[in-house]
């Protein structure tokens, strides 16, 4: 406990100070996207970034709890944008090395615990391992969004039974070309993919006159809106 830091501003507390926790308090969006339909809590940005990086890479155990609220409330949102009355969480996989590196496997957990808090509202909701890694990857950070796609295809694989419709989760969504793949892997097993979701989105900077390559048609609150 001596020298513990809020992941957000660096005050000394254990996990996120109220000011920084109540920064992440927010509508989720649901947008449609060229993958299907994407929700996610928030943007990629500030309290949420530092907090999803130093659960990610620092070991800030304490926080996948933050997180993984985050993740139902976009499922929530999800759900009820499709009026659907149950859900199959399915989580990116993670490289074996980085869960041993990290000691999680960030989205399954996170699925885990928006599962729990899910079934506590009420909604019938289930996680799957139904992803494999059907190869190695390099590390994402730094790459172009040509060089993310080429790096991510045809990198996982559903190797089990089709099931029906499920959502396909991540921690982060940057470009989406690795929720694409998950999404691409899904269908080429016959499996129904409800939609995507995520704790953070990558904040796009599109041209002046260029629609967001990843969401076209943002929803929030009910009213559109420009994402990011």
């Known amino acids: 406990m001596w020298g513990a830091r809020c992941a957000g501003c660096g005050r000394a507390c254990v996990g996120l100070c109220p000011r920084c926790r109540a920064t992440l308090v927010r509508a989720p969006v649901v947008g449609e ?22 659960a990610k890479r620092r070991n ?14 976009a499922l929530a949102a999800l759900a009820l944008h499709e009026d659907a009355g149950s859900l199959t969480l399915v989580p990116v996989p993670t490289a074996r090395a980085h869960v041993y590196q990290r000691g999680i496997d960030l989205p399954f957990e996170l699925c885990r615990i928006a599962q729990q808090r899910l079934r506590g509202a009420g909604l019938d909701v289930r996680v799957s391992a139904g992803l494999k890694l059907a190869r190695s990857t390099a590390d994402q950070i730094g790459l172009s969004g040509s060089a993310r796609s080429a790096n991510m295809k045809d990198a996982f694989a559903w190797p089990g039974a089709a099931c029906g419709s499920v959502v396909v989760v991540d921690d982060v969504v940057t470009t989406g070309a690795t929720m694409a793949q998950a999404v691409r892997a899904c269908h080429r097993a016959g499996v129904g993919v409800l939609g995507g979701a995520c704790v953070a989105r990558t904040p796009v900077r599109a041209r002046r006159g260029t629609p967001d390559p990843l969401v076209a048609d943002v929803v929030r609150g009910g009213n559109a809106a420009h994402a990011g």
Request: net charge positive.
């Open 33 to 54: 996207w060229t993958g299907g339909v994407l929700a996610w809590a928030g943007p990629y940005a500030g309290v949420l970034r530092a907090s999803v990086l130093a």
């Open 60 to 73: 800030a155990l304490g926080l996948v709890g933050v997180l993984g609220g985050l993740l139902a409330g």
